[in-house]
């Protein structure tokens, strides 16, 4: 049990900090408030002239997929040999002991959301994990929150060779497979108990049935407007749930994004721009989305911009124009609902997982010092 007292409270919750102590008990924020009572037996941190934040939350990273140091060997984000492959998941895939995780949480970030890359049409499922621990089964928020899926220039230049030369190839195959997953589910529905009606087992078309059924959303990368329109209406032809990852030109269709009300998870944009479709990038763009009354994230897309530096993006950002308050929402609750895990991690409320960050200045700002990171109500750093 532990109690961190007189600190200057930033909940991403109400726009204003306000001083006042949190009680962490058997992994939760059990209080927060003025003064309140030390339990027997409780550890004591002074905050006093600190500033406390939520854990900070990625909703897009590559992290424990993208060995740190190393090549092909830790290179666990793209399978190179089926452009469609939804059965995959992500947690059969990460390293906990990588050194960037450790990185991370002595960071502030606590929580993320990671999974497979870009170089195929359907990449299989994301899950989002806290940044601590030896067993990903243990470091487990959601073993399964989306389903990743990518348009424009990366299954064009990965399958080029193969099966996929134009963005319309790469909408077919999207929308082919989407096609057989609903027959397929529409033939095991009809079998009911009937074992000998059932349709043979195809596991790419198991994995599609949460998608179908919204139990997961696509995470639809997308950095072109044009591109950003074609993961909309596919969604909407099929009537799935979607998530809008790295938005590189929303700054440019900010009114019709904001119409669609689906996440954005904006970036990375510490970056140069290594391919066409990032020309117009812009730390504006998560600013003009917020204003624009969109929910966004910011990303780092780790291992594109190292996962400690997601802080400095959001301070990027604000640099560039945005709100404060909606930079760190966009680092924190906006990032944990984007996830699907808001009910748990993403502010500073009685109930969710102690995730604790204390610093000593704004994180946004290149000279501050974290001075203490707690994930589940245990300090990790």
């Keep these: 049990m532990y ?3 007189n600190g200057n409270i930033h909940d991403a919750v109400h726009p204003k900090a306000y001083k006042a102590d949190i009680l962490m008990q058997d992994g939760k924020i059990a ?3 003025e003064h309140l009572a030390v339990p027997a037996g409780c550890a004591v941190f002074d905050a006093t002239g600190l500033d406390v934040w939520p854990g900070f939350v990625d909703a897009h990273t590559h992290i424990g997929l993208d060995g740190y140091g190393i090549g092909y060997e830790g290179r666990d984000y793209n399978e190179m040999n089926d452009i469609c492959c939804p059965h995959l998941r992500a947690i059969d895939g990460i390293n906990p002991m990588d050194p960037t995780l450790t990185t991370a949480r002595q960071a502030g970030v606590t929580t993320v959301c990671t999974g497979p890359g870009s170089a195929n049409v359907l990449g299989g499922t994301f899950t989002a994990i806290k940044t601590v621990g030896r067993r990903v089964d243990d470091m487990t928020v959601r ?7 990518a348009f424009g220039e990366n299954p064009k230049r990965c399958y080029q060779d193969k099966c996929d030369s134009t963005r319309m190839s790469t909408a077919a195959i999207l929308r082919r497979a989407l096609f057989e997953a609903r027959d397929y589910k529409a033939r095991k529905d009809a079998a009911g108990d009937d074992v000998a009606k ?3 087992f195809d596991m790419k078309m198991e994995a599609l049935i949460p998608v179908l059924e919204k139990k997961l959303p696509l995470k639809a990368h997308a950095h072109q407007a044009n591109d950003i329109f074609t993961a909309l209406r596919i969604a909407r032809e099929f009537d799935v749930l979607i998530t809008l990852e790295h938005v590189t030109e929303g700054h440019l269709i900010a009114e019709e994004l904001a119409a669609e009300h689906v996440p954005l998870a ?4 510490l970056t140069h721009a290594t391919k066409f479709e990032l020309q117009n990038k812009t730390w504006a763009t998560p600013g003009v989305l917020a204003k624009a009354g969109c929910d966004v994230s910011i990303i780092t897309d780790n291992s594109v911009i190292p996962q400690q530096y997601l802080p400095l993006c959001a301070g990027m950002a604000v640099k560039a ?7 760190l929402k966009a680092i924190t609750i906006n990032a ?3 996830a699907g895990v808001a009910d748990r991690v993403g502010s500073l409320e009685v109930g969710k997982d102690a995730d604790v960050v204390i610093t000593d200045g704004c994180p946004f700002e290149v000279f501050h010092t974290v001075k203490a990171v707690y994930i589940n ?4 750093a």
Aim: glycine share 12%; charged share 20%; aromatic share 2%.
């Design 3 to 5: 109690i961190i007292q």
């Design 31 to 33: 209080a927060i408030g």
């Design 143 to 149: 073993a399964e929150v989306a389903m990743k899926c």
């Design 198 to 200: 059932m349709p043979k």
């Design 266 to 269: 904006v970036g990375p944009t």
């Design 321 to 327: 124009g945005m709100d404060s308050f909606d930079a």
């Design 336 to 338: 944990a609902r984007h």
């Design 377 to 380: 109500g245990e300090p990790v």
